[in-house]
């Protein structure tokens, strides 16, 4: 648990963090969502204003035509929209003028009204007409594109038709689909279209669609582009961050008579609505996404630098939790290893208690055993101090290898060489690597020393014409190791035994009979012995470490 402890804490944190940042993320989109509606419903409202305004420019002009009966003259409609100002006021409309609806033959009374109206004969035009024309008498303010349409027949033309058809069908005004105005022919072209409001006389409100129809003596309409229409009803400041298009239209069939020029910032994504408005009996279809002007009302850079924050948070949380935990084990450990010392140095102490109780003991012994068979006190000075020199070399190779084995030739070339000196050739010990425990390092050492000194005082070292030989080798039955000396004297039983037989018999004991030639010197006695001793202590040789037994022999030849 504790190892996962530093990712369930990262986890938990970074979760918790995104989650609060995606919340961020999804309140800011959310609410520059509502923004971009609000913006495209302003929209749609300055649009339907101005198309409202205009329309009311139309029922005025009615009004006027009303009032007179259904003449106007040319005075009195320049007089009306020269007061009203619609170039630099109503941008988009095109001028203010009067249809006139005549039977097909009857155009001859519409030439009289252009004439009359403009002091020059005009003809309807297309010549070729229906049984019912629909003559364009009078248009207002009379510039070189509005005096192309002067005579033109409406009924003409399909769309024209079709909206003034509805008008008198409805009373009401009605607008074109999209057109090609006949003012901007020649220049460069934008779509446009036409409000026509029928002029009714003679009957009530109420009256049928063919009282109506009959009682329509023509049209009060204005053309329209749409590009100025929709631009200056958008000018309005402050400017809205929105890309518009306007289609007129059924969908799959709907016709494009708009589009803004600021190009629309596909980086916001799916930012995107329509609206559906009804003007004048048709419905326009608005679509809107927003341009790069458009401000979020909340940074999404917010959401994003919480989310990034809460990650490094639950990453730096993750760390210390993790780093408190090392820290934790560190501490645990030390205390371990505190405790475990502590352990070590009680133990280590109880060892050297012990140890130090042995070697004391031991050189208790020895100095007894030593002063028992010493004659003066510089033979007992000179035998103990000989045998604490053995038993420091033991201790010396034991310390070497931390008390834990010690080498065989090295063990019998210290001993030997303390006592027979530093010339001992190293041929004369031969036999494998074998390493030796604790406790039959000092007692070989003990052994050695004595062997040697017994060699040097009675044997064949000491004549100076002897030599001394030891070789071991590893058997099936353990260890067999050979102390052979040459050239010595005669070897009787001793008197009695010495303290360095003693050693021997309590260190390896003592066999049985000994084969040919082979017997076991004894120390503290001026006689040799001829026996042969064995004994079983634990060692370890090419690799082994299994205890064998040790069989010992000392060899007189």
């Not at 989310?307 to 939790?321: K, M, R, S």
């Not at 012994?365 to 068979?373: E, F, K, P, V, Y």
């Not at 007992?380 to 310390?399: G, I, Y």
Request: hydrophobic share 40%; with cysteine; net charge positive.
């Amino acid at each position: 648990m504790k190892r996962i402890f530093p990712a369930v804490v990262f986890v938990s944190v970074a979760t918790a963090s995104l989650a609060m940042a995606g919340y961020a993320y999804v309140a800011a989109t959310d609410a520059a969502h509502i923004k971009f509606e609000g913006t495209a419903d302003d929209a749609v409202s300055r649009i339907e204003t101005r198309l409202e305004l205009h329309l009311s420019l139309l029922r005025a002009t009615l009004a006027l035509y009303k009032t007179g009966n259904g003449s106007v003259s040319r005075d009195a409609l320049r007089s009306f929209v020269s007061a009203l100002d619609i170039k630099d006021r109503y941008a988009g409309i095109r001028g203010l003028g009067y249809v006139r609806l005549l039977r097909g033959g009857a155009e001859r009374a519409a030439e009289d009204d252009l004439a009359r109206n403009y002091g020059r004969e005009m003809q309807v035009w297309p010549l070729e007409g229906g049984g019912q024309r629909a003559i364009v008498t009078l248009l207002e303010p009379l510039d070189e594109g509005n005096r192309k349409v002067l005579g033109f027949d409406m009924m003409s033309e399909p769309k024209r038709r079709a909206a003034m058809t509805r008008a008198m069908e409805t009373g009401e005004a009605r607008v074109t689909g999209p057109v090609s105005l006949i003012q901007d022919e020649g220049s460069s072209k934008q779509a446009g279209f036409l409000v026509y409001l029928p002029l009714v006389l003679g009957v009530p409100d109420t009256a049928s669609v063919g009282q109506r129809a009959a009682a329509t003596a023509g049209f009060v309409y204005a053309p329209f582009r749409a590009g100025e229409l929709f631009s200056v009803a958008l000018a309005k400041t402050p400017l809205l961050p929105l890309a518009i298009e306007v289609y007129e239209g059924e969908p799959k069939t709907e016709t494009l008579i708009y589009r803004s020029q600021t190009p629309p910032d596909r980086s916001m994504g799916t930012f995107r609505t329509s609206r559906q408005i009804e003007f004048a009996g048709r419905k326009w279809l608005l679509r809107f996404e927003p341009t790069s002007a458009f401000v979020w009302p909340s940074s999404r850079t917010a959401a994003i630098a919480l989310g990034l924050f809460g990650l490094a948070l639950a990453t730096a949380l993750a760390y210390v939790v993790r780093s408190g935990e090392k820290a934790f084990d560190a501490v645990r450990a030390l205390n371990e290893a505190g405790e475990k010392a502590l352990q070590e140095k009680d133990l280590l102490l109880q060892e050297m208690k012990h140890r130090i109780k042995n070697s004391l003991a031991r050189v208790l012994a020895i100095a007894r055993q030593t002063a028992s068979g010493a004659k003066t006190v510089d033979e007992f000075s000179a035998s103990f101090s000989a045998r604490l020199q053995a038993m420091s070399a033991s201790q010396d190779m034991l310390t070497r290898s931390r008390w834990q084995k010690a080498d065989l030739r090295e063990l019998l070339l210290t001993e030997v060489e303390q006592v027979l000196g530093n010339g001992m050739d190293a041929d004369r010990l031969t036999g494998p690597q074998v390493e030796i425990d604790e406790a039959t390092t000092q007692a070989l050492g003990l052994t050695f020393h004595e062997l040697a000194t017994n060699a040097l005082k009675y044997g064949a070292a000491g004549t100076g014409k002897g030599t001394v030989a030891v070789t071991w080798s590893l058997t099936r039955d353990g260890l067999r190791l050979f102390w052979r000396e040459r050239g010595g004297g005669k070897v009787e039983p001793p008197e009695r035994k010495g303290f360095g037989t003693r050693l021997i018999d309590a260190n390896i004991g003592v066999s049985s009979a000994a084969r040919s030639n082979e017997a076991i010197p004894t120390t503290g006695s001026t006689s040799r012995s001829s026996s042969r001793s064995s004994a079983e202590a634990p060692v370890h040789g090419e690799g082994a470490a299994l205890p064998r037994p040790l069989r010992f022999c000392v060899a007189d030849q």
